[in-house]
């Protein structure tokens, strides 16, 4: 393990040398990103685990114990001691390097956050650097330690010093709290914007929300700014957020129903979508109540419960009545139900309304042939003929 992770920290030292000055600039790409992160998990650690061990090293001289050995091995190390020992004087030693861990990445993330006038390059990687080493330290290194029996978390939570190990468990259980907070909060959009560049469009929106947040429509615009840049987790964070300050809004519940059938969330996206019907009461609001109709329909469709689809289907009026995506699913769901005829019908609709060679089409077309679909392990066959047939309905919200 040491030698690969040896290995992969000189790659990226290379790389990072190789990019050193398209890295730094104004410039911050996809690249960049990426190779922050690399930089983040393979060069910072090497750095922050010196630094514990000189922790544990200072703390035991300045305790007056004898220090027999130190070593040091890029991503681990140890401090090794001898004579006379209290139980306290040992657990001060042991945590004092997880409290130098800790300390560095929280004082790189509060670097990030704060120096705005900073390069984005190195927040950035201040931010995911620091987010990573307090997730280790806080985290995955006790959890390995207590679970293994070895290293400084099992002296830290010992029974020998009970009351320490009970305001040390108090404390960590706080800051991790606080962390988890934190990144759902503001971390992951802080990040986001910083490697995408969008600080000031964010700020803008969400400047729209804090005017008026009891309205729906500023939240529904910061969400679409999110999924339209593929950050569908911050999106949806963006709309239950809004639900929990608006209530349940139709308009809201049905940008959540939208987003869960992205996200492959079916049982979510039934969930949300009947939500959003009944908190319309039945009245009105048919340019809401039809999308959640349809995506109920569409989202039963890839449940495969024709019953309760079908019902969906349904509800639904022209131009939703029109749309290929509603024809085709509806079409499934009746052949499913028995009516061959019904379900040929709006599949032949589909194949009409389409040009030669759509996705769409030709999933259309192996239902209507009805042939038994071929070569499902070889990738290089389209995924319309393969054996393992088609899913329900290849297709998102409406």
């Known amino acids: 393990m040491d030698i ?9 030292l290379v790389a990072l040398v190789r990019s050193w000055r398209p890295f730094w600039d104004e410039d911050f790409t996809t690249a ?5 992160i690399q930089v983040a998990i393979f060069l910072v650690p090497p750095v922050v685990v010196l630094l514990h061990e000189v922790g544990h090293l200072v703390t035991a001289l300045a305790v007056g114990v004898e220090v027999t050995g130190f070593s040091y091995g890029l ?3 140890s401090v090794s001691v001898a004579g006379l020992r209290s139980a306290e004087q040992i657990w001060v030693i042991a945590i004092a390097g997880n409290v130098v861990s800790a300390g560095i990445g929280l004082a790189m993330v509060v670097a990030g956050v704060r120096w705005s006038e900073w390069r984005r390059s190195v927040r950035y990687l201040l931010i995911a650097g620091g987010m990573l080493e307090l997730v280790f330290s806080l985290v995955l290194y006790p959890a ?4 293994a029996d070895f290293g400084d978390w099992v002296i830290i939570y010992s029974r020998r010093t009970e009351l320490l190990s009970w ?10 709290v606080t962390m988890v907070v934190w990144w759902r909060r503001r971390g992951k959009v802080l990040l986001f914007t910083i490697g995408s560049g969008t600080e000031n469009e964010v700020a803008r929106l969400r400047q729209g929300i804090e005017a008026d947040p009891r309205q729906p429509g500023p939240w529904l615009a910061l969400a679409d700014f999110y ?7 911050l999106a949806r964070g963006t709309v239950e957020e809004a639900i929990g300050v608006c209530g349940e809004s139709p308009r809201l519940l049905l940008g959540l129903t939208r987003l869960s059938m992205f996200q492959s969330r079916w049982n979510d996206a039934v969930t949300a979508a009947r939500r959003g019907l009944a908190s319309t009461d039945g009245l009105g609001g048919e340019d809401v109540r039809q999308p959640l109709w349809a995506n109920l329909a569409l989202a039963l469709t890839q449940m495969e419960r024709a019953d309760l689809a079908l019902e969906a289907y349904s509800h639904l009026v022209p131009p939703l009545t029109d749309d290929v995506r509603v024809r085709y699913g509806r079409g499934l ?7 061959t005829l019904g379900g040929r019908a709006d599949l032949d609709d589909v194949v009409r309304r389409l040009p030669e060679g759509d996705l769409l089409r030709r999933w259309a077309e192996a239902r209507i042939e009805g042939h038994p ?3 499902a392990e070889d990738a290089r066959v389209p995924a319309h003929e393969r054996r393992s047939g088609p899913p329900p309905a290849p297709i998102v919200g409406v």
Not at 7 to 12: C, E, I, Q
Not at 167 to 176: A, K, W, Y
């Open 4 to 12: 690969l992770m040896g290995l992969a920290a000189f790659f990226t």
């Open 333 to 339: 769901m009746r052949i499913e139900a028995g009516d």
């Open 227 to 233: 999924a339209r840049r593929g950050e569908l987790g």
């Open 167 to 176: 305001v040390t468990g108090i404390i960590h259980v706080g800051s991790l």
């Open 75 to 77: 991503f681990h190390g």
């Open 373 to 375: 679909l071929r070569d």
């Open 32 to 36: 960049d990103r990426r190779l922050a």
């Open 144 to 147: 390995l330690s207590l679970s």
